[in-house]
């Protein structure tokens, strides 16, 4: 029954969003009811018999109005964002990359979304230096433009010394993927200081050490691109993943910071910066609680379609905060919510989890 809802409001939005907001459509109704040609009008009055009771039109013409507005301002709103996003760039940049040339650094990419990015990225032709402190797998073993580096990223000297190993091999990477995250399920409680450590080292701390050692060449050449894999947990704490959502909370503030310093600190606008925003990812970590997930209409994403989103957003040349699926980008507005409302929707979440919780 919850599946049904969530399937009947995602076809609700999409038919708002694609029919009654779409600005050629109301528009154009708008233009034959008010000023077409009367021949395509008597045939339209002749046809609907609410257009036809001068009441009736007034009412249905300013519904349109009412919908050409909100559409436009909608959409007005989009190019704002996307131009936001891409420091305010119009003209594209993409003369200025060339794939074959490019070097590419994937933190965790041994695994998981990282192996995936790794092999698309390879297939373009980039360089692509591997940083994890697993080996190597054996499908990403076959690309000779794919090298590995063992390193601990929560480690700033060994970050800083591959960064020199990964210069002196291949170059100055162009493109830096903080991808490596890790996360488990349990109460605040059941957080153990070991884990709360290694948690915040590798999702958050290690976002400032390789933008450290990594942004300095990008803004000499006022060329480069940062991507963050966040998650849509960075606009809201649940229950037995606060840990979690508080890492992902501070890498979108680390995100939003270091796209205000390339243009105010830096004058690097051609700098790009792209935040990444997946909802539930059938990974292991929810495995335990995916069922539960699925029964409450909870959409669950592919990693391959997380890494197609971030390579295409890359080879696109422009920077952006994405959502996965686009839906989740209603997760952004909760903070606009009332309290109960905001509340509720937390709630709605923890409970799904909470069955399948260590206890």
Known sequence: MALAIQ??????????????????????????????????????YSRFASLRDPQRHNQIVKALKWLLTIG????????LNKLALNSWRVKSEK???????????????????????????????????????????????????????????TDPTAVNTTAERIRATLGSPSILVNNAGIAQAHSILDTSDEWLRKIFDVNLLSNFTTVKAFLPAMIAKNKGHVVTVASTASFSGIAFMVDYCSTKAG????????????????????????????????????????????????????????????????VSCSGAQVFLPSVASRSAFLRAFPNWLQEAVRSGVSKTIAPCAPK
């Open 7 to 44: 399937r009947l409001s995602n076809l609700v939005s999409l038919s708002i969003s694609h029919i009654a907001l779409n600005p050629v459509l109301t528009g154009s109704l708008l233009w034959v009811l008010t000023k077409g040609p009367p021949q395509l009008r008597a045939r339209l």
């Open 72 to 79: 436009l301002t909608t959409n007005i709103n989009k190019q």
């Open 95 to 153: 003369s200025r990359w060339n794939w074959s040339q490019e070097i590419a650094v994937v933190t965790g990419g041994c695994s998981g979304i990282g192996e995936l990015v790794v092999k698309r990225l390879a297939r373009k032709g980039v360089k692509v230096a591997v940083l994890d402190i697993q080996q190597l797998p054996v499908g990403l073993q076959g690309f000779t433009n794919v090298t590995f580096f063992a390193c601990d990223i």
């Open 251 to 314: 890498v979108l503030s680390f995100h939003e910071g270091l796209n205000q310093e390339l243009k105010h600190r830096y004058n690097a606008p051609n700098v790009l910066t792209t935040s990444v925003h997946p909802n539930w990812v059938r990974t292991p970590l929810i495995a335990p609680f995916e069922k539960t997930l699925r029964a409450a209409g909870s959409p669950i994403i592919e990693p391959e379609e997380v890494a197609d989103a971030i390579v295409a957003q890359i």
